[in-house]
Every structure is written in C-alpha cells, then in structure tokens.
Nanobody, 122 residues
C-alpha cells in the first residue's frame, strides 16, 4: 500500500503565498510523475502542475508565473509553492503520485491525497 500525506493549506490574503507538501510512504519501489490538482466548489478537478521523475514540469495556464512545483526524490515528496495568490485559486488541492510498488513483484500505482483546503480571501 502507498499512503500520501498532504500539508500546507490554509487561509491567505490575495497576493499572499502558501507552500503545499505531499509525502508518499509505504511499499514504494519507484515514483514517476507527481502532480497537484485542485477542485473548486461546483467545478471539476483540474490539473495545476505536474513534475516528472527527471524534473520536467507542466503547468496550467492559470498557474504559470505564480506557482512552482518541485520534488525531493530522497523524501518521496512533492511541493507546490504558490505566490501571488488570487481568490480564484480557492479550492481543495490534491496531490497525485504515480509509480511502482511492491506487491508480489511490482505493480503500478496511482494514489490521491486526501486534499488540503486553500482559501484566498481578504
């Protein structure tokens, strides 16, 4: 089994910053893509940013220039630095981790974090 633990959400004023963290643990053999998604009330879950094992990144247009995704492979952790936050960034943010885990050999996994609330409001 693989477990994800997220932290770092909260309430922040417009223009403020937050840093989200997501750590994976369990019977992990290797981790490939790691990403952050968000879901606002009444809207579908959308990709915010993702990062490959080699460090290649991809951002939603709304995140470009304001958010930075990074990872620490030694800690199986992905981060999302969010700067210049706007009210429209308010959502529950979920991390997603994909890789291989030990299970009578190796088995692919894709796990979602439980979500952390980010609220941007004055």
């Amino acid at each position: 089994q693989v477990q994800l633990a997220e932290s770092g959400g909260g309430l922040v004023q417009p223009g403020g910053s937050l840093r989200l963290s997501c750590s994976a643990s369990g019977s992990i053999f290797s981790i490939n893509d790691m990403g952050w998604y968000r879901q606002a009330p009444g809207k579908e879950r959308e990709l915010v940013a993702m990062i490959t094992k080699n460090g290649n990144t991809n951002y939603a247009d709304s995140a470009k220039g304001r958010f930075t995704i990074s990872r620490d492979n030694t800690k199986n952790t992905v981060y999302l630095q969010m700067d210049n936050l706007k009210p429209e960034d308010t959502a529950v943010y979920h991390c997603n981790v994909q890789g291989l885990r030990y299970s009578a050999g190796l088995r692919a996994f894709g796990e979602w974090g439980q979500g952390t609330q980010v609220t941007v409001s004055s």
